[in-house]
């Protein structure tokens, strides 16, 4: 079974994709993703077409379970995997800046072309790193996914935009942009295309921001140079996760561009990338208990301008390093 399902209360679409639960166990020395396995070819990035895809361009009909009050619509949509090396055990801030200019120039490509499918609407760009965030493929590389609907924090964060450019007449996130700048005790580190900060609200204890410093609408509007800063920014920003607490770090990363094929959204929506790490310690997760699942009122046990402190030592210790 795969198939989109209206959530009446939160007016938002559920993916159903019971098929997914057929996925086998790996064996323990078989990994699909490295090439002298066969199932892939030699490469140094690569765009794969996830086996098990919760959405697709050719979805099944769905289950005869609608009526009058529930609906239900077809899956579609694209689900790939991006793998980031060949390298079984590498780990992003490992790579060289030139290789992951590679992986951004890849996830130009794959963004463009999802968006030339008119049906899809979001193209979301993320990486899930690490077994606390359910992540059972070690093999460095993140997932794309084109849905035919804007999700739902997707769609408030561009109803507040709008409204606040609609009454000041300025970009709401270049705005909080500034004000992070000015009072600087949450700005990690920046460069002259991107700013790394721990935003004044965040609900993560390490969840970082990095923000474009100019204002683009998507990853496919960086200049080459954008580029080049974007990947250095990446290296450092996970350089900096691993070396907080002298481990791996385990994160949920995920890239917020404008919709596509939509509304033109171009002088309110700013591309940005948010991080949601599960640790609130070395060896103390942050778990989404009833508060913040239930009532989607979060908590975060840790003052943010105290965080942000431990994560530019943790910046500074990553790049003597280097």
Not at 34 to 48: A, L, N, R, W
Not at 185 to 206: D, M, S
Not at 208 to 227: C, K, L, P
Not at 275 to 281: C, D, T
Request: aromatic share 14%; hydrophobic share 35%.
């Amino acid at each position: 079974m795969a198939e989109l399902r209206w959530h009446p209360l939160t007016q938002d679409w559920v993916m159903i994709a019971s098929h997914r639960q057929g996925r086998p166990q790996m064996p323990k020395d078989y990994c699909p993703f490295c090439p002298e396995f066969g199932k892939v070819p030699d490469y140094e990035v690569y765009k794969y077409d996830n086996d098990f895809p919760a959405l697709s361009q050719n979805p099944p009909v769905p289950d005869p379970v609608a009526t009058k009050f529930f609906k239900t619509a077809p899956a579609y949509g694209k689900c790939e995997v991006i793998l980031y090396s060949p390298n079984h055990t590498i780990t992003l801030p490992e790579l060289p800046t030139s290789h992951i200019r590679k992986l951004v120039d890849l996830w130009v490509e794959r963004f463009q072309a999802m968006a030339e499918d008119e049906k899809i609407k979001y193209v979301f760009i993320f990486e899930n790193r690490g077994e606390a965030v359910g992540v059972t493929m070690p093999h460095p590389h993140g997932q794309i996914y084109g849905y035919s609907f804007v999700p739902k924090k997707l769609t408030l964060e561009l109803a507040s935009s709008k409204e606040y450019f609609e009454k000041n007449q300025v970009c709401l996130f270049c705005d909080m942009l500034k004000e992070e700048i000015a009072f600087q005790q949450r700005v990690i580190f920046r460069n002259p295309h991107f700013t790394v900060f721990l935003p004044f609200f965040t609900e993560y204890p390490y969840g970082v921001y990095i923000m474009s410093n100019a204002h683009r609408q998507n990853i496919g509007e960086f200049t080459d140079a954008e580029r080049d800063s974007l990947a250095e920014t990446l290296r450092q920003t996970t350089g900096m996760l691993d070396s907080l607490f002298d481990y791996k770090f385990p994160y949920m990363m995920c890239m917020h561009n404008a919709p596509v094929n939509g509304e033109d959204t171009s002088d309110y929506y700013h591309f940005h990338i948010e991080f949601f790490p599960p640790m609130r310690s070395a060896d103390k997760m942050k778990f989404n208990a009833s508060s913040e699942t239930g009532a989607w009122a979060h908590c975060n046990p840790t003052c943010p301008e105290t965080a942000a402190e431990e994560l530019r030592a943790a910046y500074q210790k990553f790049m003597q390093k280097q």
